[in-house]
């Protein structure tokens, strides 16, 4: 595992990153993670921010996502980074969902939700979850109930996340959160943020 003081380090250095990624500023995210990872030595850091950059390019550039994958698996792997690999499986998800690869991508969902229940990582859980209920949406048109409970409990737990209603409130049509969300987080541009993830939401139904 990578110990408890590293990860709060490259935290710290790449909360920046992490900022642009939940508001779906995609392109700054890398950015962020690649100075970060020009600016490191080891090797369990460059992991972390390779994971940070897979969760980024799994939205809009799956060229550049599996170019980075197999090397970031294998090394997480090779050092039982567990929460690094049920992030790496959720984003693989994510790819396979753009590509209406349904089946595979909830194949990657329960590989990653397992793999964070069995270490304790409910927020990895979270976002593998909320994979889900993209795969849900993209296949079925809507989120199954079962998925949905156990994000809102999760939700609640961590306010954090708090982000991710943005998503499931365009996936249920519900305008009225959409327009709470609005104050309830400190957005760098909620309009950008939001018709960032409804050209995403979208492009799943697109068949």
């Known amino acids: 595992m990578i110990?408890?003081?590293?990860?709060?380090?490259?935290?710290?250095?790449?909360?920046?990153?992490?900022?642009?990624?939940?508001?779906?500023?995609?392109d700054k995210a890398k950015c962020a993670y690649q100075g970060q990872i020009?600016?490191?030595?080891?090797?369990?850091a460059k992991i972390h921010l390779q994971t940070n950059m897979c969760e980024s390019f799994c939205f809009f550039d799956s060229?550049?996502?599996?170019?980075?994958?197999d090397e970031t698996l294998r090394q997480a792997k090779n050092f039982?980074?567990?929460?690094?690999?049920?992030?790496?499986?959720?984003?693989?998800?994510?790819v396979l969902i753009t590509k209406?690869?349904?089946?595979?991508?909830?194949?990657?969902?329960?590989?990653?939700?397992?793999?964070?229940?069995?270490?304790?990582?409910?927020?990895?859980?979270?976002?593998?979850?909320?994979?889900?209920?993209?795969?849900?949406?993209?296949?079925?048109g809507g989120i199954s109930h079962t998925t949905l409970s156990r994000i809102e409990e999760l939700l609640d737990k961590n306010q954090v996340y708090r982000f991710f209603r943005l998503p499931l409130s365009i996936m249920q049509g519900n305008n009225k959160m959409l327009e709470q969300l609005r104050t309830e987080f400190e957005?760098?541009?909620?309009?950008?943020?939001?018709a960032c993830y409804k050209r995403f939401i979208n492009s799943l139904r697109s068949l």
């Open 187 to 194: 957005w760098v541009d909620f309009e950008y943020t939001a």
């Open 100 to 140: 209406h690869k349904y089946e595979m991508a909830y194949s990657f969902i329960g590989k990653s939700i397992n793999i964070n229940k069995e270490n304790g990582y409910e927020s990895g859980e979270l976002f593998a979850l909320i994979a889900k209920a993209y795969c849900n949406y993209a296949k079925l």
């Open 63 to 69: 060229e550049e996502f599996d170019e980075l994958y």
């Open 38 to 44: 020009a600016n490191v030595r080891s090797l369990s």
């Open 80 to 94: 039982r980074y567990y929460r690094n690999i049920g992030k790496l499986y959720y984003s693989k998800a994510i």
């Open 3 to 26: 110990k408890k003081r590293s990860v709060l380090w490259i935290e710290k250095k790449s909360a920046i990153g992490h900022i642009y990624r939940f508001n779906m500023m995609l």
